[in-house]
């Protein structure tokens, strides 16, 4: 077998693994991006998606898409790449909790130097309009759920760069934004100047030590607990956060963990929410069209 078609099957067997889910084609292509080989460039990646063939008319149409992406924007292969390539998930030999968190902080400033709306979802491409549009979704779901409320006091882990601040500031009381990254929580407060209901901080991450009980009647936390897995300090926050969750109250929790088991993600969150009386309302599904993270909602 040439060279040539040991990489086309190489991309192809990547394709298809990274379609098996049903995720979105932007979610593909960041899947595609973080996991082959760097020596394959955005036209050769499109050229070898579009030989792929795929029994279903629906993987069709989002291997087309993936093609039309990596041929209408070449350069966003290199921004994913290098974003996501800012951020390792795997722990250094010895390397302690705190040594992960203190890492992963410095990792974080890497990522939004690269790409702003990137370094906080990759699904957007590294794209403004696709992060709002994203965001968007998950506003309206978590108003749907009943989340929000014009008197109500919200703490929301792992700010980021403050879009779901901006995205839902006409829709609570009070909403607090934590984030280890000095550099996401500097453009979160340029971008949040105007909203005398936001307040951010930069936190360490190992505690939530500034909030008395009893402090917020929600809390929100998208994409900020896998690093908690992987830094050993889950159960600890997971801990914390019910100590400052108002009850009633609600905790959504927009993907637990990237280790690839939703059944181990939801064993540990019903056996966290068991032992500080929560109910799990919703427990690992995927209702976003525009990214494939897993869902929980959680009532006390």
Known sequence: ???????????????EDCMA????????????ALHLPPTIEAAELAEFVLKVRPADTGDAERLRKVAGLLRHRPGVLATLRATGG?????????????????RLASS?????????????????????????????E?????????????????????CGIGRFER????????????????????????QCAALGNVELRQTSGLDLADFDDDSFDCVLAVDSFPYLVLAGMAE????????????????????????????????????????HQLRVVIDGE??????????FLLAG
């Open 1 to 15: 077998m040439s060279v040539h078609a040991q990489r086309r099957t190489s991309v192809r067997r990547a394709v």
């Open 236 to 275: 600890r926050l997971f801990d914390e956060i019910a100590r400052v969750l108002k009850r009633p109250g609600r905790l959504a929790l927009l993907n637990y963990s990237y280790r690839g088991s939703l059944s181990l993600d939801r064993a540990d969150i019903g056996r966290l929410a068991q032992a």
């Open 108 to 136: 974080f400033d890497a990522a939004a130097a690269i790409s702003t709306a990137a370094s906080v979802q990759l699904g957007s491409l590294g794209d403004d309009e696709r992060l709002t549009a994203m965001t968007d």
């Open 167 to 190: 995205a839902l500031s006409n829709s609570f009381k009070r909403m607090v934004g934590i984030d280890i990254s000095s550099r996401m929580i500097s453009i979160a407060s340029e």
């Open 138 to 158: 998950i506003v309206e779901w978590l108003e749907a759920r009943e989340f929000t409320g014009i008197e109500r006091d919200i703490l929301d882990i792992g």
């Open 86 to 102: 800012a951020v390792r998930h795997e722990r250094g030999n010895g390397e302690t909790d705190i040594a992960v968190v203190t």
């Open 286 to 295: 995927k209702p976003f069209g525009s990214w494939d993270g897993d869902a």
């Open 21 to 32: 889910d049903g995720a979105c084609a932007e979610a593909v292509l960041v899947r595609l």
